[in-house]
């Protein structure tokens, strides 16, 4: 492949890869369930790594123990999907998988690291 080709290449990778970053949140109060906290709620960002900046279409889907979760979870307008864990007390590993919309065809899909999610919710 000559060099002007692969440098493009590169560039056109650069701009569409994407990350997402996948935090667990502590439990929120649960208003209309006499105030109980719920589960820890996974939040998953996904953004261009060229520049940082959000990506606010797609979806996510949550994988739990290796499986996915429900229905992929569209991002919101600042790159954001969540899943509430519930309260279940059982340990297990977390990752998110983002796929990209037609509309972003000029991205790649990307899946956070798996997280590990402890008895305690942490």
């Known amino acids: 492949m000559p060099l002007c080709c692969s ?3 590169a560039r056109r990778i650069e701009i569409g ?3 997402v970053v996948l935090t667990l949140e502590k439990p929120l109060l649960n208003r209309m369930k006499l105030n109980r906290p719920t589960g820890p709620v ?3 960002r996904v953004i261009r790594l060229s ?6 279409n797609g979806t996510v889907q949550f994988v739990i123990d290796g499986v996915g ?7 919101n307008e600042v790159g954001v999907a969540t899943l509430n864990l519930g309260a279940e007390g059982r ?3 977390i ?3 983002y796929r990209p919309s037609s509309k ?3 991205l790649y899909a990307s899946q956070s690291p798996q997280l590990r999610l402890t008895e305690e919710g942490r």
């Open 42 to 44: 996974a939040v998953a």
């Open 69 to 75: 979760v429900g229905e992929p979870a569209r991002l």
């Open 51 to 56: 520049g940082g900046a959000p990506v606010r």
């Open 95 to 97: 990752s998110a998988r």
């Open 104 to 106: 972003e065809d000029h």
């Open 17 to 19: 890869a994407t990350a």
């Open 91 to 93: 340990a297990h590993t």
């Open 7 to 9: 440098r493009s290449l």
